[in-house]
Every structure is written in C-alpha cells, then in structure tokens.
C-alpha cells in the first residue's frame, strides 16, 4: 500500500511541474513579444484541420481535436485555437 502512495505523490509532482512550465514557457513567449522577437511562426503546432475548424467557428469541436492530439489542458488547447489567425 505505502508503493502505492509513493507513486499516486510522484504523479502528482509530475502533474505541478507541468503546469509549471507550461507557465513558464506561457510567460517567455509574452516576453519575447514584448522584446520584438518573434516565436516560431506557429508555436502551438495546430494541424491544418484544427485551424480549419476554427477559422468555421467550430473553435469547441477545434479544442477538442488538439486535446485529443496532444494531451493538453483545455486552458492551453484554447490559447492554441484562439492563437489562430
């Protein structure tokens, strides 16, 4: 049992270091923005279908496919969509 609760608290560091640099990598990009710098064209990597979905107004159906595809979080899967143009 005490195996068991080792791994449920390694899993949940895992989790918050995730969110952690998601956080991060969020903030350096708003900083690289600010500097002038550009981030890679499209830094969220969205497929031709999820931008299509959106660029449809479909930008739920359109979050879902790039959850579906990548394992984000919504909050991240939703600045992925919205970031297209």
């Not at 690289?32 to 499209?42: S, T």
């Not at 299509?52 to 939703?78: C, F, H, P, S």
Request: glycine share 4%.
């Amino acid at each position: 049992m005490g195996k068991w609760f080792d791994q449920a608290r390694e899993i949940e560091r895992l989790r918050a270091e995730v969110v952690r640099q998601r956080e991060a990598i969020e903030r350096l990009l708003v900083q690289m923005n600010k500097a002038g710098m550009r981030p890679e064209k499209d830094p969220y990597a969205v497929t031709t279908q999820e931008r299509a979905l959106a660029m449809q107004g479909r930008q739920v159906e359109a979050i879902k496919a790039y959850r579906v595809r990548t394992g984000a979080d919504l909050v991240t899967a939703k600045k992925a969509i919205d970031s297209v143009p």
